[in-house]
Nanobody, 124 residues
Framework: QVNLVESGGDSVPDGGSLRLSCIAS????????MNWYRQVPGKEREFVAG???????SYAAAVKGRFSVSRDKEKNTLYLQMNSLKPEDTAMYYC??????????????????WGQGAQVTVSS
């Protein structure tokens, strides 16, 4: 079982910056990848950015060049640096992770976990 806790959500003006953090915790866990998604009421949850098990980042087209995702594997923490924020970035941001059970020399299983979300509001 993996527990994901987001922090850093806030209200900022158009053009502002925010940094979200997501800390993963659990007993004998091994994390494959960590991602950020966002959702506004009445719309589907959408992928924002993420880092896979090889530490390769990926971004949605809407945020490329403005957002930067990073991961501290030792701390099991995922970050999202958001610059040049726009009102259309307003959403609940969720941390998501795919993880397994740490059996010492190998990782078993593949399970999906979600955090509770952090609200980001960008005012025009």
């Amino acid at each position: 079982q993996v527990n994901l806790v987001e922090s850093g959500g806030d209200s900022v003006p158009d053009g502002g910056s925010l940094r979200l953090s997501c800390i993963a915790s659990g007993y004998k866990i091994c994390i494959y990848d960590m991602n950020w998604y966002r959702q506004v009421p009445g719309k589907e949850r959408e992928f924002v950015a993420g880092i896979d098990s090889t530490n390769r980042p990926s971004y949605a087209a809407a945020v490329k060049g403005r957002f930067s995702v990073s991961r501290d594997k030792e701390k099991n923490t995922l970050y999202l640096q958001m610059n040049s924020l726009k009102p259309e970035d307003t959403a609940m941001y969720y941390c998501q992770s795919d993880a397994g059970e740490d059996h010492g020399t190998s990782c078993h299983g593949y399970f999906e976990y979600w955090g509770q979300g952090a609200q980001v509001t960008v005012s025009s």
